[in-house]
């Protein structure tokens, strides 16, 4: 780790969160990417002994049985906990974003319902917003429907996917249109819809270069009782908005933590191996893969800190998160293909957590907004700030 992880009472708690992820969670990661019973079994010893180790739920508010830690405090130890994928379920984070939400915007019989389960482990949720047949980078196009219904609930049809989670999940948060037409602002509403409901099925596992994780889902005429709207109705764009900017940021510190873990692999393969002049090591242009990767994690690591502070004073992160997401995803796709180079052929297969890592660095190019709609909005509001108005005439 570095000068720019921030150093307070959490460093004892990261040493400890590392410790946790490097000799439990790692170990276990072929069990628990394998699926179904092997993942089931794995997961619910991973979190016995996270709860034993006093390391359970730490971000989840305390009053629902959590830890009570605030977001900064997390995020000084996110990284550590992120170097596996699996780090977030073992220790009991995975459901802050979901908890957050449903506790701020949910009525009283969904938080009363669901938020104690989720806190501790016995309920799973997921989130549903992308849908196959528009551009998820465009949810004001979303085309999932919800009709009003005499007794003041919603009936909900549509189709959704890339909805990670969604095998086994009790409670799924639906973005539906329910009024105005597509491409409008206003009309968009989240429904916490119970998976049990009838009409709501799941309709395939779509892999992720093999990897299991991602479903989709097909709503139709799902009854979803009234006080099952989030919000006030009609401010889902605000809710996903919220939701986002801290689950990109979350995302960024655990693809800091995966880059992290290729970077030492690399590192101990180039000094370890030996090729007909001694280790590889000694090549230059190993030397360059190691430089590149090691000048792209420390660039990006300021980034994301910088995002966290400024979540977490409550003020404008918009700028900061999509620079962060943009750096970390492409610097998590770069350090693990470099390890991958630096490995040959040993880096492709299945004895390293290489292609997993390189995975996550492709897939993060996509996820929560692909990188070329950060880019735009970023660039956009930077130039807005120095006067430039969409759709002004050429100036001559
Ligand atoms: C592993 C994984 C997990 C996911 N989990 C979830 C989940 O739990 N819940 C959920 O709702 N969704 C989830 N998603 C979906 C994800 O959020 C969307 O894939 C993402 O928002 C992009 O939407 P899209 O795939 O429809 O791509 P599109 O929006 O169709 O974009 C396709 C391409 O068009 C280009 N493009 C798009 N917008 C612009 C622009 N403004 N400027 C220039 N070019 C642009 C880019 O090249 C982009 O890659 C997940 C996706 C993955 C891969």
């Not at 739920?57 to 629902?64: G, N």
């Not at 040993?346 to 957590?353: S, V, Y």
């Amino acid at each position: 780790m570095n000068a720019f992880q921030p150093e307070c009472e959490s460093t004892e708690l990261r040493a400890r969160v590392d410790s946790f992820v490097r000799t439990e969670v790692i170990p276990a990661e072929a069990a628990l990417d394998a699926g179904g019973t092997d993942r089931a079994v794995a997961l619910r010893g991973l979190r016995d002994s996270a709860r034993g180790a006093g390391l359970w739920a730490l971000p989840l508010p305390a009053e629902l049985g959590g830890g009570g830690l605030t977001f900064q405090q997390y995020a000084a130890y996110a990284e550590s906990e992120g170097a596996s994928d699996h780090g977030p379920a073992a220790l009991g984070s995975a459901p802050l974003l979901d908890v957050l939400m449903l506790g701020r915007y949910g009525g009283a019989r969904v938080r009363e319902e669901y938020l104690g389960g989720l806190v501790s482990g016995e309920l799973r949720s997921c989130y549903a917003m992308t849908e196959p047949d528009v551009p998820g980078s465009a949810p004001l196009l979303t085309r999932t429907r919800a009709e009003p219904r005499p007794d003041g609930g919603w009936s909900v049809t549509g189709r959704k996917w890339f909805t990670s989670g969604a095998d086994g999940a009790d409670l799924v948060t639906v973005m539906a249109r329910t009024g105005g037409t597509a491409g409008d602002r206003e009309g968009l509403t989240l429904f916490a819809v119970p998976t049990g409901s009838p009409g709501l099925r799941v309709v395939r596992e779509l892999p992720v270069f093999g990897a299991s994780g991602q479903y989709e889902i097909a709503l139709d005429r799902v009854l979803v009782p009234a006080d099952h709207v989030l919000g006030r109705g009609d401010d889902a764009l605000a809710i996903a908005g919220e939701r986002l900017a801290l689950g990109r940021t979350l995302r960024c510190l655990r693809w800091l933590g995966q880059a992290q873990r290729a970077f030492e692999l690399m590192c101990e393969r180039a000094a370890t191996r030996d090729g007909s002049h001694g280790p590889l090591a000694g090549n230059q242009l190993v030397q360059q893969h190691v430089f590149d990767a090691l000048l792209a994690l420390r660039t990006t690591r300021p980034l994301v800190h910088e995002a966290v502070a400024l979540i977490a004073a409550g003020q404008d992160a918009r700028t900061e998160v999509g620079l962060a997401k943009v750096a970390a995803a492409r610097m998590l796709q770069q350090v693990a293909d470099s390890a991958i180079q630096v490995y040959g052929a040993a880096g492709l297969g299945p004895d390293t957590a290489l292609p997993s890592l390189f995975r996550g660095g492709r897939a993060a190019r996509i996820l929560d907004g692909p990188d070329e709609l950060h880019i735009t909005s970023v660039a956009r509001r930077v130039l807005r700030d120095h006067g430039w108005a969409p759709g002004s005439p050429i100036r001559g």
